[in-house]
């Protein structure tokens, strides 16, 4: 079989010591769940502005959190796919190895990845928007919407169209893109900012930068490398491939 990365991208990619990886939906796509842009993505069946933005939760919290809910029970239901396990791999591979993700899933947790920022938030956990409690997606209260003791709604400890990022983890990962030797993109159209700019930070930083996607990307032309098909079998085929230019420990 042919080499999926040029040997050169390999044997730099092996020698890095501080790596990120920047992941979008399409990572979990082999885990059952959808993407947002794809053609039987998300937003091709339901409006973005119906659903995620403060303004929706105000005009129909019932829809919305019943929308997130869903989406949570599908998520507890999936489980972490190739793609995933390789990244989580890698930890024996790097002395830093970060994974930033988009996802609100928690499915890089769940595959073994120790350091990973949430940049949209999560699914996993709900907060009341008007104290500020917090309670597990899993433990919400019955009714719908879901109302907190203080009676205000809980609403998911996601990022919202309109709002903005978690400060802490988007300065950690900022720092992290801009002093790493690798980044790795992995299922993310790139479209959506401010997170899509972490790939420009790391490019600036000189870092090698490898898109694995089976779209073309607006990112594609400015990657080293570009792995064109599914996360799931490029990421383990390309962990192959760098392993024979690992020294042994
Ligand atoms: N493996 C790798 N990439 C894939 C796969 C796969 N199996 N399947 C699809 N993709 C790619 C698509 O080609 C597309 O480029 O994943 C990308 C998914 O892009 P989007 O649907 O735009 O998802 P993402 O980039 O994560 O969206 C960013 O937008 O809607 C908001 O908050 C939401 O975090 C999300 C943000």
Redesign the pocket.
Known sequence: MSLLAPEAVSRRAAAARRAVVFT????S??SGLG????AD?L?SRFR?EDLATPEAFARDPERVTSWYIERFEQARRAEPNAGHRAIASWERWFPSLVVVT??VDRLHHRSGSSDVLEL?GTLWTWRCARCGAKRDAAALPEQRPPACVCGGIFRPDVVWFGETLPLAEFDRAAAECRRADLFVV???????WPAAGLIETAAAGGALIVE????A?PLSGAAACVLRG???EMLPRWSREIERWRSPA
């Open positions: 979008g939906a399409g990572i796509q082999e993407t947002f842009r794809d993505g937003w973005p988009q996802n949209h992995v299922g993310t159209s790139a479209t959506v694995v996607n089976p779209e990307t599914p996360a799931g």
